[in-house]
Nanobody
Framework: QVQLVESGGGLAQPGGSLRLSCAASGNFFSINVMGWYRQTPGKQRDLVAAITRSGSTNYADSVKGRFTISRDNVKTTVYLQMNSLKPEDTAVYYC?????????WGKGTLVTVSS
């Protein structure tokens, strides 16, 4: 089993920055890929960024050049640095872990981008 706890959400102004953190506990060694997804009311949950155990990354086109995902295997934490935020980045952000035991999700953290 893997447990995920997100933090770092909140209110930011357009053009501002936030950093999300996702702390993993449990069978961290079993995790192959960790990622961030986001969801707005009435829409599906979409991938924002993902990072493999070896450090390979993948980003949604809408966040390329603005968001950076990173992974600290010692602290068993994954981060999402979000710069140049836009109002359309407003969503609940969820941490995901793909492990040998299946997919695991955090409870989500709300990011609101507004002036």
């Amino acid at each position: 089993q893997v447990q995920l706890v997100e933090s770092g959400g909140g209110l930011a102004q357009p053009g501002g920055s936030l950093r999300l953190s996702c702390a993993a506990s449990g069978n961290f060694f079993s995790i192959n890929v960790m990622g961030w997804y986001r969801q707005t009311p009435g829409k599906q949950r979409d991938l924002v960024a993902a990072i493999t155990r070896s450090g390979s990354t993948n980003y949604a086109d809408s966040v390329k050049g603005r968001f950076t995902i990173s992974r600290d295997n010692v602290k068993t934490t994954v981060y999402l640095q979000m710069n140049s935020l836009k109002p359309e980045d407003t969503a609940v952000y969820y941490c995901n872990a793909e492990s040998w035991y299946g997919d695991f999700w955090g409870k989500g953290t709300l990011v609101t981008v507004s002036s």
